[in-house]
Every structure is written in structure tokens, then in C-alpha cells.
């Protein structure tokens, strides 16, 4: 700075200010100083700069399986919010392993983020814990545990009642399902789903229909198998993410059943290509812009007060109808 600072003949105050944008400086001065900016070379120490400011405008991000596509389009769009209010991002993949969690945790507190957005493991306790202890912001997203914390997802509840209640008005009966990892808020919601939907149109549970996919494509595969060898399997199936969604699909091509003719299928979760297999998948679609616009919101807003009232806010999915449910 003391360099630019001489070949624009101005102090090194003026390059802070110039450099920052903390305090008006006449056009010519600051053309001068970015001038010598250029033929200079000089970078800013953003390091020593948020050791002064205790302030890095760096987020980080805590996800679950990026390689998920909910959690890769997710990640995408906090990071374009992020960047559009200034902020750089940092993202760590916790593969929902609460150890790993608190590793990601403590690393991203270590590298001076100013906050934290999580998408919680089945067993967030200590990583939470570990935030609260360090006094690092944190808003959780997808995942809502309802601790007391800036919270944002998506309602998982009603949503999958309706799948399951369309369903049942196509005149299903043994209607399946193959839930997520045990232990996920949206595995637990999904599941109540599940059976207030049966409850709604007046169906009985049964446990046997009811089967764990851990949230990925080959327990899934695995998971669906089981139904299909019942002595009464499934006549139509919800599966409650995208992932599961493709191992469900390979067990009925593994059987040699056809969707919807043999079985009907819906999901929880719609990506990308959903519409281009045969037949077109009906979903349930999370508005993956609008909870990321709101979490980098909440973790903004917490970063700059962090004694406000902890906010919890549920966004409205949307259900893609096509055409593997039979319509």
C-alpha cells in the first residue's frame, strides 16, 4: 500500500479508503490510485485486513452428499446469493457423518467464516454445540431441528400426504415407500407424511410396506427389492429423494416391471432430467432459489446482529405432475 501510495502521491490512509470504499474520494485521486494499483501489481492482504475488521465476508457451508443433485443445485444457488451481497463461500461435504460434521464445523470456524449454513446430520448435537460454544452464526437449511436457530426448509409433511393421496385416488391401495437416512428431520417428516396421507384416504398402515433407503441409490435399489418380494407387494411406491429415486427405478427394471403399466411411481425431490425418462417422473420440486436466497438472509442478518430472535420459515414445495403415477 505504501508503494501505491507513492506513485499516486497520496498517503496510504487515501489507499484504504480508496481500496475499501469507506470514505468519498475525489475521482481524480482515486483514478490516480488505481492506476498505481494496476502498475503496481498490488493485491490486498485479505487476510491481515479481517484480522483488523474481524471479518472475513466468507460463508461457509456445511452440506450433506453434494453430489446429491438437490444438494449440488442448493449449493449453487447460496453461492450465487452469497456472492450477490458481497460474500465468498466455502463449502465442505459432511456425507451425514455427525464426526465428520463436527470436523467440517470446527474447520470452517478455523479458516475465520463468519457464518455457517448446515444441513444437519442425524446426530447434530455436538456440532452444535461446538457453534454455540464458539459463538459462530449458523442457520440450518433443509434439515429443521427446531433448536432454537435460524432454521429454513422446505414443508414435508403435507407435501408428501398429497403424493400419497393422488395415489390413492388413482385407486391404489398397498401403497409403498422407501424413506430416507434414520435419524433425518426430513426422513421423520416425509415418513408422518407418508402415513397421514394413508390415514386421509382411509387406508391402513403397514409396517412391511414401509421400507429405509438411507437417503442413496443402492440401499434404495435394495429397499424397493424387499416390497417387490412380498407376498402382496406394492402396487405404487413414493420414494423420498432423487437419489433413492434412481435405485428405485433400477430394482423395477431389475424385475422386468414397467411404471406405471406394472407399479406406479412418484417422489420426493424433481431434478433436472426428471422429465426426460419414460415415463416422465411426477415429483414433488423444492424451491431450491428461494431457500437459498433465504438462508444466506438469515445467515447475513445473523452475522450482523447476532442477539436477535432466532427464525424459523417453511417454504411451499410444488407438485410436477406427469406421468409415472398412471394420469
Known amino acids: 500500500m505504501a508503494d501505491v501510495a ?3 502521491r497520496v498517503s496510504v490512509t487515501t489507499v484504504s479508503h480508496v481500496l475499501n470504499e469507506t470514505r468519498f474520494v475525489a475521482p481524480d485521486t482515486r483514478e490516480a490510485v488505481l492506476t498505481a494499483v494496476r502498475e503496481t501489481g498490488y493485491v490486498p492482504n485479505t487476510v491481515a485486513r479481517s484480522l483488523v475488521m ?3 465476508d466468507t460463508i461457509g457451508l456445511a452440506l450433506s452428499s453434494i453430489s446429491n443433485p438437490y444438494f449440488g443445485e442448493l449449493a449453487h444457488h447460496l ?3 452469497a456472492e450477490r451481497r458481497g460474500y465468498s463461500i466455502l463449502i465442505a461435504d459432511t456425507h451425514d457423518d455427525p464426526e465428520r460434521e463436527l470436523k467440517v464445523a470446527r474447520d470452517l470456524h478455523e ?3 463468519d457464518g455457517i449454513v448446515l444441513a444437519a446430520s442425524p446426530a447434530p448435537e455436538q456440532t452444535l454445540e461446538y457453534l454455540h460454544r464458539s459463538q459462530v ?3 440450518l437449511v433443509d434439515r429443521l431441528i427446531g433448536a432454537g436457530l435460524d432454521e429454513v426448509g422446505t414443508e414435508n409433511v403435507e407435501a408428501t400426504s398429497h403424493l400419497v393421496e393422488h395415489l390413492a385416488s388413482r385407486g391404489h391401495t398397498r401403497i409403498g415407500m422407501v424413506s ?7 426422513t421423520q417428516e416425509r415418513v408422518a407424511g407418508y402415513r ?4 386421509r384416504a382411509e387406508l391402513p398402515y403397514d409396517e412391511e410396506l414401509l421400507r429405509g433407503g438411507s437417503s442413496d441409490a443402492e440401499p434404495a435399489r435394495g429397499a424397493t427389492a424387499q416390497l417387490l418380494q412380498l407376498p402382496d407387494p406394492p402396487t405404487a411406491l413414493v420414494v423420498a429423494n432423487n437419489k433413492m429415486t434412481i435405485g428405485a427405478m433400477r430394482a423395477l427394471r431389475d424385475a422386468g416391471l414397467s411404471v406405471p403399466a406394472d407399479i406406479a411411481l412418484v417422489a420426493f425431490d424433481d431434478f433436472a432430467w426428471a422429465d426426460l425418462f419414460e415415463p416422465r417422473l411426477t415429483t414433488i420440486a423444492q ?5 437459498a436466497a433465504k438462508a444466506v438472509e438469515l445467515i447475513t442478518s445473523r452475522i450482523d446482529d447476532p442477539d436477535q430472535p432466532a427464525r424459523s420459515i417453511r417454504l411451499d414445495p410444488t407438485l410436477v405432475h406427469r406421468s409415472s403415477c398412471g394420469c
Not at 180 to 186: D, E, M, Y
Not at 196 to 199: D, I, M, V
Open 180 to 186: 430416507g437416512l434414520a435419524g433425518l428431520a426430513t
Open 137 to 139: 452464526p449458523v442457520v
Open 196 to 199: 397421514l396421507g394413508l390415514e
Open 111 to 113: 479458516r475465520r467464516a
Open 287 to 291: 424451491p431450491h432459489q428461494e431457500l
Open 54 to 56: 474481524s471479518k472475513t
Open 79 to 81: 453461492q450465487a446469493e
Open 6 to 8: 507513492r506513485r499516486a
